[in-house]
């Protein structure tokens, strides 16, 4: 079965940095592009970031571009979300989410996600 | 902040049909990128309902279908189940923003 673990989340205060990890298994992790998204408490869903499956395309949301850096490793299979200067908005259920395709298409699986609670 | 519009809420008794749309702009659906839905049922991860408009992933109900004029794109449900009862969530590409984009979210109720 395809499965996305979350790893990394937690209560930090504001103008922090924390960093998320993703494991994929049950598929070949290397094939497809992944993301993350997110969803503030009692919120609707917020595309955060995308990479493609050699890291040669990465793409952020404005509200994250310069604080946030996704990378991965796919020798270990793993996707890596850095946050820095972190904001009380920032405060979500952080979602790592596998691509259809190797590059930008479209989420066709979803992790159980990671809370990230930012607040002094 | 949201991209892509859709009516907050639906309701309808079991059997019946419900629809809802997702409207965007000329950056996203306009545009004619593709639109997916997504079914969020209560306390789970979403979950992919429709993919390229109108393509049901295998293991989705017959009773799901979408649909794109180009200008709006649509999810219908029929045969209304209680266990459809859930937030369901339209999405795409929007070039301008350089990313994917949702939808508002609109709650389904089951009467």
């Known amino acids: 079965d395809v499965q996305l673990e979350v790893s990394g989340g937690g209560l930090v205060q504001p103008g922090t940095s924390l960093t998320l990890a993703c494991e994929g298994s049950?598929?070949?992790?290397?094939?497809?592009?992944m993301h993350w998204v997110r969803q503030s408490p009692g919120g609707g869903l917020e595309w955060v970031a995308g990479i493609n499956w050699v890291s040669e395309s990465i793409e952020y949301a404005g509200s994250v571009k310069g604080r946030f850096t996704i990378s991965r490793d796919n020798s270990k299979g793993s996707l890596y979300l850095h946050m820095t200067s972190l904001r009380p908005e920032d405060t979500a259920l952080y979602y790592c989410?596998?691509?259809?395709?190797?590059?930008?298409?479209?989420?066709?699986?979803w992790g159980q996600g990671s809370l990230v609670t930012v607040s002094s | 902040q949201s991209v892509l519009t859709q009516p907050p809420s639906v309701s309808g008794a079991p059997g019946q049909r419900v629809t809802m749309s997702c409207t965007g702009s000329?950056?996203?659906?306009?545009?004619?990128?593709?639109v997916q839905w997504y079914q969020q049922l209560p306390g789970t991860a979403p979950k992919l309902l429709i993919s390229?408009?109108?393509r049901r992933p295998s293991g989705v109900p017959g009773r799901f279908s979408g649909s794109n004029s180009g200008t709006s794109a649509s999810l219908a449900i029929s045969g209304l189940q209680p266990e459809d009862e859930a937030e369901y969530y339209c999405?795409?590409?929007?070039?301008?923003?350089?990313?994917?984009?949702f939808g508002t979210g609109t709650k389904v109720t089951v009467l």
């Open positions: 049950g598929f070949n992790f290397g094939d497809h592009g």
């Open positions: 999405q795409s590409y929007d070039h301008i923003l350089g990313g994917f984009v």
């Open positions: 989410a596998r691509d259809s395709s190797n590059y930008y298409s479209y989420v066709d699986f």
């Open positions: 000329n950056s996203n659906i306009e545009s004619g990128y593709d």
């Open positions: 390229n408009n109108g």
